[in-house]
Nanobody
């Protein structure tokens, strides 16, 4: 089992920045991929960024060049640095991990609102 706790959401003006953090606990040694997803009101949950054990990253086209995902293996944390935020980035952001045996775990989510 892996438990995930997100933090760092909030209200920010367009063009601003936020940093989300996700702390994993439990059987963290089995984690092979850590991701951030988001869900806007009335829309499906979508992948924002993924980082795998080797350090390779993948981003949604909508956030490329603005968001950066990073992982601290020693602390079992994954961060999402979000710059140049737009109103369309508003939503609930979820941390997600996949283990070596393909178990998936989700955090409880943290609200990000981009508005003037």
């Amino acid at each position: 089992q892996v438990r995930l706790v997100e933090s760092g959401g909030g209200l920010v003006q367009p063009g601003g920045s936020l940093r989300l953090s996700c702390a994993a606990s439990g059987t963290t040694g089995s984690i092979v991929a850590m991701s951030w997803y988001r869900q806007a009101p009335g829309k499906q949950r979508e992948m924002v960024a993924v980082i795998i054990s080797g350090g390779s990253t993948t981003y949604a086209d909508s956030v490329k060049g603005r968001f950066t995902i990073s992982r601290d293996n020693g602390k079992s944390t994954v961060d999402l640095q979000m710059n140049s935020l737009k109103p369309e980035d508003t939503g609930v952001y979820y941390c997600n991990v996949r283990t070596v045996v393909w178990n998936i775990f989700w955090g409880q989510g943290t609200q990000v609102t981009v508005s003037s």
